[in-house]
């Protein structure tokens, strides 16, 4: 399992962070943020957060070292 805070600020950013992990289908991704926990796939899921905020990120799965890789850009 991995865990760490990301930030995604506004719609072109939650655009680029839900084509990302559409490359790992096989990895449970979830946003937790106060009481609200998210499938990362969603978009809409993603733009329902609080954005201006760090969010955390776990991530579960084979081989996770790609996608936190690509998770980079998005580190806080």
Request: no cysteine; hydrophobic share 40%; glycine share 4%.
């Amino acid at each position: 399992m991995y865990k760490s805070q990301i930030t995604i600020n506004g719609i072109d950013a939650a655009r680029s962070f839900v084509a990302m992990t559409a490359k790992y289908p096989k990895i449970r991704i979830t946003l937790n943020h106060n009481e609200y926990e998210i499938n990362a796939h969603s978009i809409i899921g993603i733009l329902s957060l609080d954005l201006s905020k760090p969010i955390e990120i776990e991530a579960e799965g084979d081989d996770l070292e790609p996608f936190i890789n690509d998770l980079k850009p998005f580190s806080v």
